[in-house]
């Protein structure tokens, strides 16, 4: 992921930077923090788990650092607020689903799972209802449950479900149409901030200054 991401942002004028990688159960991150500093990097972006996530913002704080933009993929994830409290704050992160998503068909799955069990739709769950949201929709396509013309059809489809558009690229089999969600986590929450037509909340960038934040109250 951190290669294609360098690949990616070459691609559209940015300057890469070395990319850094560390062992598992890494905790300090102060090496990764002076190679920044010393190559003037205005991201850090970051692929690890949410563990990894709370210990570069523990770093960070501990070293008077702050990057122009701090994305790590799990921040959007409960346990990193949980871990961090109000240091979380800022933070982007990768949010695969949330029950508020704007999504086809969202609203009404939520209600109706929550109804059921007494708890907010997981990720899990999505997946599910989405995989059988596109099967449904297949089987009609198709009109039969021969797998060469569910293939097809499934080649063909292009439909709305609760994480996003299902659309296969032709050249590669590849699903093509979701994307992850970008969250923020603003006031012990992620807020959408990507894409536009999800969003819940402006973004907020630069991440600030440890200097120049405030306690929530």
Not at 59 to 72: E, G, H, S, V, W
Not at 115 to 122: F, I, K, L, Y
Not at 191 to 205: G, I, S
């Amino acid at each position: 992921m951190a290669e294609a991401t360098a690949e990616l942002g070459r691609a559209q004028g940015f300057a890469a930077v070395e990319m850094v990688s560390y062992t598992g159960g890494s905790a300090d991150f102060e090496l990764q923090v002076k190679l920044a500093r010393a190559a003037g990097a205005q991201a850090w972006i970051a692929f690890g788990e949410v563990r990894e996530a709370a210990d570069m913002v523990r770093t960070f704080k501990r070293l008077d650092y702050a990057p122009q933009l701090f994305f790590a993929r799990a921040a959007a994830e409960p346990a990193f607020v949980d871990l961090l409290g109000q240091d979380a704050e800022f933070s982007l992160g990768a949010m695969e689903y949330d029950a508020r998503l704007a999504t086809p068909g969202n609203e009404a799955f939520a209600k109706a799972y929550a109804a059921r069990w007494a708890e907010p739709a997981g990720v899990s769950a999505a997946q599910g209802y989405a995989a059988a949201t596109v099967l449904a929709a297949a089987l009609r396509e198709a009109g039969s449950l021969e797998s060469q013309k569910l293939r097809a059809a499934l080649t063909r489809l292009e439909i709305g479900t609760v994480l996003g558009p299902y659309r296969i690229d032709p050249a590669n089999g590849s699903q093509a149409g979701m994307r992850a969600t970008v969250a923020q986590i603003l006031r012990g929450r992620p807020a959408v901030v990507w894409p536009r037509e999800l969003e819940t909340a402006n973004v907020l960038l630069p991440y600030p200054q440890w200097g120049e934040r405030s306690l929530l109250k």
